[in-house]
């Protein structure tokens, strides 16, 4: 018996993928740098399939991915060619919908924005917004502690999330709730990145629609200018749901991709979006304004419709794949500074371009400190790709050395689990890994992620006087 | 054993018993580097270890099996940063709740937890979490916590998270030690997002017989910060609903017409995220519970999170509860089942297993005998 | 199979819930980012296997990912090219052949299709026998609408009121021979907003089927251009979606000929509704109390970017009430000669799209494609739902600019 046998057994022939050049098409993620073909891919459409896979996994000594939509920045579904990828895109059903407890329970392969669509109508919402959220699904979501725009006031995907059903390492199916007393559990599991078992249901949190949402457009000479706004708006007192910023290299690539008719010679827009009962957001709405007065903007809109809204966010969406048009290529970075920091670090960024010859583009989420510096080359020049290499390492080195993090929301995947140390002790990873090895002590599920080179379970990570000392 | 350690260290006495047992010794460590020697003495010794803070709630859960030494934190009391711009403040886990408030104050911020026991610690507010009424709006202390230094049981320090709010590197440690009432290790420091303290507050509060319904307010768009019920043993029950911002009181008075009645107050209610009694149970339910005679229940109709207070049999009153409701002894005297069902009790039993494998910390203070 | 054009994908994944084939399947090779990732494969080297021939065959070409593309993917041209690659070097079986064969050799010519009609009803009893010998001749027989009167459109329809543009009506193969009061509609609203409405007679295929089969179109799309330079029109009006689209491709097909190429600039295409927008109201329009379904049809909202001008013309209705289809850019399965061909997915794809529409709760479904129609109808026939009247869009307008008060 091999692993094919077994997994024949399990699935009909169309849900058993072997045929290399169709595995192939799995090779990679959204992370295109990082590709790898998986011995075989099966398409599971229920729990106890996944669980029928991990087992047989385990039997085998086999390692195992769990991939959903496939639209994750850090390889954090990179298949391994000696395992099983389980590709969640035939689960999507929305299994209930309970609108007086404010909560929905779906299967991991539902979109993002599937969820609020089927409860828009009637006046809710998920909070989550990953710009990806039309086709990221919920099960990632959960793997990644996915955010959004939205995430400043509303929190992240682990905030949303009231219980979950997994599939083990092991291939038990445990429920973990928030209800359970004791170790948060689910807390620890959202974010994980598929290392401690695969979510096959998720609870999550529903919410009332705000009565009113307001969008305004804020345009700077300078983006010194719009961080000071962003640093007094929260001084003020005010949470808005988001405050996103563009600097004028990501303003002229959206104009070029989708003409969103931000202002000209804008050095950055700011786009601040209030929601809320309408008696709060008017009151807030004005004061945003007087304070981006203050601080030296030359022109605010203020967005009166829904249409107007999304013309306004239209060019924000679309600035990561709008790079792309005045850019052969580009590199997506993801780090976080404190807001009071913002300043410094983007200098920090300016002197890295002018010292390398590498543009890079600025987007990135202001309210919370979230850059996503987009770093500029092309790759036909002869070493410009590794001098943009070397600037997006070092802007994640900035990010450190100014007390941030290396990933606000992209994950750490296989692509950042190298500079893991940089941010971490040995001491604190062995710690991270005592968890690692609680829920899967074979190290089966998606390893080499996260973890620089991570220790088997059976290691004893340190010499220690008191403790007796394990052999395996 | 621990006088090399050069902590303060005393004789233990009744006034520290962790749930009647009481310690041999007390350890007071100043840092978190006091903490990790005292901490690695005792995996010498094979001693067993009680964190503690403001002691308000040793009480709680189980108690443990054995208590060599408790690891009083109070001396740990200092903010350590707290940069108003970022609205984030690390601190030291033996700090008062209350007086981390009066700090934060001073810039307008708080932390936006709700902790009825004016003595509790930051550390005892995570490894042992009490329900507030705001936590519909805000989080729990989970929801909140973005960073944490922790100590293990063989004397290892080790952070994660960090100080920014939004940071998916690594596994998110503080919300694996919130809950764990120190059977894990010891919560040595913590870094909390903050909140501008809102410009102003209104408490829509009215009476009610029985379990009142706050669908409407919910489904409403007037977005309360917290809709909680006092439902004593005998009388008529309260129901308060707390409105945040400058459009407070506006708001706080179109709840009232959706009510048809109540008062606006600018003060909350004495009752308001208040412990109802003692004995105390931890019942979590998402539609409206029944409730045996002689039981006060306090909480959230919003979250279904509720505190209750009174002598029953847990096991009889489980059977009368839904299905998906939990029900949880926390403190005094108990007839029945303390815990009640914890569907993912295998997994956390793993978890102790690999964090403290001689069962040094807190032993026996969950379920299971975690 | 351009290389320049698929490095454009960065793989983003805002494809896939457009797509009508990942909709059904879940599978990444049955989608935009996966067929394009197999396109990179085919020029690195690897065969055309049967296995890859058909996930390309699955392909809709609905391009429904083209619009979801925020890097700008072309799709369009790149399954274009990919189509008779597939052809030239995937061995199909011989029933598939001969059943290809029998499709190209019917459908690019109004006349033979004519001549079929009269079985129809026949066609519809012989379904299940034909579906046996082969899918695709069962689904041609299901799909194949009623019969209806058809009168022969004059050469010329004068505009009603001053003059305000002289154009053509392409009358289509399909649309010609099984939906004729589609083009007598279409020619009255051209007429009464003011237009001399040229009908070039003896018109053939416009080539949209092969095109979007990977067949040659260069001689349906020549003969096309000749025929309204010598019609003299200032723009050529399109009322199948289809059509309009391959129209607007002409001077693509024609690259290898410059001159052909130039003439092909030269035309100006215009689809209907859009046409309409363009040149603004005049013509009054009556109530019309009547709520309607609007579908979009891929080859209209996605390859044509017409998506809000039917939408404004219904709007302009009184009384009229306009509701939309949920996961409107997903296709209703028909795209061209695919229903025929992939009869499966086909099916799948059709019921998914009538139970969005019967949700809408409209009296009415108006579509601008003709074989949307068609295929979204047999999909409620076959299950044994009251079938929902349709309707073109020109045919709701010809109802209230007549005052008809209802339509037809």
Known sequence: MTVFDRLDALFP??????????????????????????????????????????????????????????TGLSGGALPRSDGVLIVTSRMRRILSIDLDQRRAVVEPGVTNLAITEAVRDRGYYYAPDPSSQQICSIGGNVAENSGGAHCLKYGFTVNHVLALEIVTPEGEIIEISEDDFGYDLLGAFVGSEGTLGIATKITVRLMRAPESVTTLLAAFQTIEAGGQAVSAIIGAGIMPAAIEMMDALAIEAAEAAVACGYPAAAGAVLIVELDGPSSEVEAQLAEVIAICVGTGSFEQRVAASADERAKIWKGRKSAFAAVGRISPA??????????????????????????????????????????????????????????????????????????????????????????MPRMFTDDDLDTMQLL????????????????????????????????PGEIF | ????????????????????????????????????????????????????????KLGWAAPPERVDVLLDLSSMHDVLEHVAGDLVVRVQAGIPVTRLAEVLAKAGQALALDVPFPDA???????????????????????????????????????????????????????LFTGSYGTLGVIAEATFRLHPIPADRRWLSFECEGWEDAGDLLRSQLEPSAVEIDHPAEGLSTVAALFEGPAAEQRALAARELFEGGDVHTEAP?????????????????????????????????????????????????????????????????????????????????????????????????AGGL | MDPELIKDCVHCGFCLPTCPTYVLWGEEMDSPRGRIHLMAQYNEGAEMTPEMAGHFDACLGCMACVTACPSGV??????????????????????????????????????????????????????????????????????????????????????????????????????????????????????????????????????????????????????????????????????????????????????????????????????????????????????????????????????QGVRSQPRELLDQIPELKVREIAESAICCGSAGTYNLFQPQPARELGERKAGRVEDTGADLLVSANPGCTMQITAAMRRMGRPVMPVAHTAQVLDASLRGLGAVR
């Not at chain 1, 098409?25 to 992370?31: A, F, M, P, V």
């Not at chain 1, 993090?405 to 500079?419: L, N, P, Q």
């Open chain 3, 74 to 303: 072309q799709y369009d041209k790149l399954i274009e090219h990919t189509r008779p690659v597939v052809e030239r070097e995937h061995a199909r079986t011989p029933r598939d052949r001969a059943v290809r064969a029998l499709v190209f050799a019917l459908f690019p010519y109004p006349r033979r299709l004519r001549l079929i009609k009269p079985f129809t009803r026949l066609n519809r009893r012989l379904a299940p026998f034909l579906d046996r010998v082969h899918p695709t001749l069962g689904a041609l027989a299901e799909l194949t609408p009623p019969r209806s009167r058809s009168r022969p459109l004059p050469p010329l329809v004068r505009a009603r009121g001053p003059l305000r543009a002289r154009v053509g009506l392409l009358t289509g193969c399909v649309q010609g021979a099984f939906f004729p009061d589609v083009n007598r509609a279409t020619a009255r609203v051209l007429a009464l907003e003011g237009c001399d409405v040229v009908i070039p007679p003896g018109q053939g295929c416009c080539g949209a089927l092969s095109l979007h089969s990977g067949y040659d179109a260069h001689r349906f799309a020549r003969r096309t251009i000749e025929t309204f330079e010598k019609a003299g029109v200032d723009t050529v009006v399109v009322n199948a979606a289809g059509c309009g689209s391959s129209m607007k491709d002409y001077a693509d097909v024609l690259a290898d000929d410059p001159g052909w190429q130039r003439r092909a600039e030269c035309l100006k295409v215009r689809d209907l509704a859009e046409f309409l927008v363009e040149l603004g109201p005049v013509a009054v329009r009556h109530p019309l109390p009547v709520t309607v379904a609007y579908h979009d049809a891929c080859h209209l909202a996605h390859a």
């Open chain 1, 330 to 419: 580009y590199i997506v970075q993801d780090g976080v500074v404190p807001r009071t920091s913002l300043g410094e670090v983007l200098a920090g960024i300016d002197a890295l371009q002018d010292e390398f010859g590498i543009r890079v583009a600025n987007v990135f989420h202001a309210g919370d400190g979230n850059l996503h510096p987009l770093v500029l080359f092309d790759d036909t020049a002869p070493g410009e790709g590794e001098r943009a290499e070397i600037v997006s390492g070092r802007i994640l080195d900035l990010c450190i050395l100014h007390g941030g993090s290396i990933t606000g929301e992209h994950g750490v995947g296989v692509d950042k689990a190298r500079y």
């Open chain 2, 270 to 366: 004495a009752w308001w995220g208040q412990p109802p009694g003692s004995p105390l149970h931890s019942l979590r339910c998402r539609v409206a519970p029944s409730v045996p005679d002689g039981i006060s229940v306090r909480g959230s109709l919003a979250t279904g999170v509720y505190l209750a207070s009174g002598s029953t049999d847990l096991d009889a009153w489980r059977s009368a509860l839904p299905d998906h409701a939990r029900l949880v002894g926390l403190s005094g005297d108990l007839t029945g089942d303390r815990w009640g069902p914890i569907p993912s009790l295998p997994l956390m039993r793993r978890v102790k297993e690999r964090f403290d494998p001689e069962r040094r910390m807190s032993p026996g203070r969950l």
């Open chain 2, 1 to 56: 054993m621990l006088g090399h350690t050069g902590v303060m260290i005393r004789d233990g006495g009744p006034l520290d018993a962790v749930g009647g047992v009481t310690p041999r010794w007390v350890a007071q460590p100043e840092s978190v580097e006091e903490i990790a020697v005292v901490m690695g003495a005792c995996a010498d010794g094979g001693l067993a270890v009680t964190p503690a803070g403001g002691r308000t």
């Open chain 1, 436 to 467: 690692r090895c609680a829920f899967d002590p074979g190290g089966r599920s998606n390893p080499g992620k996260v973890f620089p080179t991570p220790r088997l379970c059976g290691e004893v990570p340190r010499v220690h006087k008191g403790s």
């Open chain 2, 121 to 175: 610690t930051i550390g005892g507010t995570l490894a042992a979490p009490s329900p507030g009424p705001r936590a519909f709006r805000y989080g729990n202390a989970r929801d909140l916590l973005i960073g944490v230094t922790v100590v293990l049981a063989d004397g290892t320090i080790a952070r994660a998270g960090g100080k920014v709010v939004k940071n998916v590197a690594g596994y998110d440690l503080g919300k």
């Open chain 1, 13 to 70: 022939p169309d849900r058993v993928i072997t045929d290399p050049v169709r595995l192939r098409t799995y090779e990679c993620d959204g992370l295109t740098y990082h590709r790898a073909t998986p011995m075989v891919v099966v398409l599971p459409e229920t729990t106890e399939e996944i669980a029928a896979v991990v087992r047989v996994c385990a039997e085998f000594g086999v390692p195992f991915v769990a991939r959903g939509s496939g």
